[in-house]
């Protein structure tokens, strides 16, 4: 079971978070997706993963979305720099891994690092 905290964003406030942070011209749509993506990222709390790892965490809660699914919507938190993306080398060849931006996610009142 996950500690569920009360400072966790929903994922409406997820959902407006990212448009605000694409602006009112992009034209993209935000969907659920777009959340459960963010959702994931944002529980690794700072760990960047492989888009297979995401997509089997989206499996594995029931999200139906196709791991091409997955990379469109990554572009899409990229484009919005919610989301960051790295190259993990340590394993041999080259890997894409994803984490949230630093300054994606307003900290909780009285956070300080």
């Known amino acids: 079971m ?3 905290s009360s400072s966790d964003p929903t994922a409406n ?3 407006q978070m990212l448009r605000m942070r694409l602006g ?13 993506v963010l959702q994931v990222l944002h529980e ?3 760990q960047a993963l492989p888009v297979s790892e995401i997509h089997q965490t989206l499996a594995g809660r029931g999200n139906p979305i196709k791991l091409s699914g997955v990379y ?13 993306c790295q190259w993990r080398t340590s394993l041999g ?3 894409r891994v994803f984490g949230m931006a630093m300054d ?4 909780p009142a009285g956070h300080h690092d």
């Open 72 to 84: 469109r919507v990554l572009e899409v938190l990229e484009e919005a720099q919610v989301v960051q």
């Open 104 to 107: 994606a996610l307003p900290q």
């Open 44 to 46: 690794m709390k700072g």
């Open 24 to 36: 009112p011209d992009s034209g993209r749509r935000i969907g659920a997706a777009h959340t459960a």
């Open 93 to 95: 060849r080259p890997l």
């Open 13 to 15: 406030e997820l959902a």
């Open 2 to 4: 996950t500690d569920s």
